[in-house]
């Protein structure tokens, strides 16, 4: 990715003569003509879905945003650092993430070469930043197609706010860290809060990852699955399909999300293969009793690259939900995925992505559970297709 570098001088910024800083400017656009062959339709008050043919600039291998990440050196290893980074739909002009101005990231922080890098601010989660990259998602060869629901945030649907980070150094490819997310509620220490934590490895071809995520009150307004500016109470929300709506939304939702993954993979010459297996636990849910909701999600993926400029590549993931009450949420869902990439410069590439889902059993809502990729809605039954032709410039 060309960046475009504007060197700040001391003189510029009032600093001491040591001070060397520097902005950076950059962005994706990632935009496709895309075929839903089963978007959400509701007539009356049934969903009778429908073929919807449309441009789309969100739910591509990357999404479309553009950012800024500044950096001042203050001497002795030790920098001040900061992103401000906003989704954008590129059809409208709107901000993506809810309409939050900079949904992606926004923090400001501290970063040394030998202790590691400490941030502030609306930030991702350990999911993000030591799993994500190994599922078809996040993959430097992937979609950017989501588990179901993006159940275990293996597509960063999520970010948290009011959020402390940690982040080590590498220590010969080895790497660790962890979050803190402050609920912010007055009175109550706990609500709406949670943390991270997670373990890396990259060396060579080799690529590792383990993550435990814990956080309370997790659909409240403000609270990590629920934190965009469109933000309402559990009790009105639609911004969850029925995989998991049952357990986040009404009255008495689920006061806690669980997440345990694990992902890896192995680089060879000219092609690539990758795993990722998440545990989900929507727990306490009040309207079924207490009960616990677990979701398995197991996925494998590949790269195959013809050329420098060319590459192919596909995923399979499986994901099984339990069920909570009688048949309550007792889903499956088998998820295909595939894409070609021609690059034609660096900064600059021809796609086609398609992506394959099949759903069965009782979802959440006690209702048959349908299809729904990439969290664009519930389909009107249990198959669904997602095509995309597109293109990514990125500066």
Avoid at 32 to 43: F, G, W
Avoid at 68 to 83: M, N, P, W
Avoid at 241 to 248: A, F, K, M, P
């Amino acid at each position: 990715m060309k960046k475009i570098f504007i060197a700040l001088s001391a003189a510029t910024i009032a600093a001491p003569a040591f001070a060397q800083s520097s902005v950076t400017l950059y962005g994706v656009l990632d935009e496709a003509i895309q075929l839903n062959t089963n978007a959400k339709h509701v007539v009356g008050s049934t969903n009778v879905g429908g073929r919807q043919w449309s441009l789309d600039s969100l739910a591509g291998p990357y999404g479309s945003r553009w950012g800024i990440k500044g950096k001042e050196d203050l001497g002795g290893g030790l920098a001040a650092v900061f992103t401000l980074e906003s989704g954008v739909n590129l059809n409208t002009g709107a901000f993506a993430q809810g309409g939050t101005a900079f949904g992606r990231q926004a923090f400001v922080g501290l970063s040394s070469n030998r202790f590691g890098t400490l941030t502030l601010g609306r930030q991702y989660d350990s999911v993000n930043d030591y799993v994500g990259q190994f599922g078809f998602g996040l993959a430097a060869y992937g979609s950017g197609a989501s588990h179901p629901g993006d159940i275990d945030n293996a597509a960063r649907t999520y970010r948290q706010n009011n959020s402390i980070k940690y982040a080590s150094p590498s220590f010969s490819g080895l790497r660790f860290g962890g979050t803190v997310m402050l609920g912010g509620v007055a009175g109550s220490v706990s609500q709406n809060s949670g943390y991270t934590v997670g373990v890396g490895y990259n060396n060579g071809p080799l690529g590792l990852g383990v993550v435990y995520e814990f956080f309370r009150n997790p659909s409240n307004a403000g609270a990590v699955l629920n934190g965009n500016a469109n933000a309402v109470p559990p009790a009105t929300s639609t911004a969850f399909g029925s995989i998991n709506s049952g357990y986040l939304t009404g009255n008495a939702p689920a006061t806690s999300w669980q997440v345990v993954a694990a992902g890896g993979q192995y680089t060879f010459a000219s092609a690539a293969i990758g795993m990722l297996y998440s545990n989900v636990k929507y727990g306490n849910i009040g309207h079924f009793n207490g009960a616990t909701a677990t979701f398995n999600n197991v996925e494998i993926n590949g790269m195959y690259r013809f050329s420098p400029a060319a590459f192919v590549s596909a995923a399979y993931s499986y994901t099984k939900g339990n069920a909570v009450s009688g048949d309550i949420g007792d889903q499956t869902y088998h998820q295909f995925s595939a894409l070609a990439d021609y690059s034609l410069s660096k900064r600059t590439d021809l796609y086609v992505a398609a992506t394959y889902q099949i759903a069965s059993g009782t979802s959440s809502t006690g209702a048959p559970a349908v299809a729904n990729i990439s969290l664009l809605g519930d389909s009107s039954n249990t198959r669904q297709a997602l095509v995309r032709f597109g293109m990514r410039h990125m500066f």
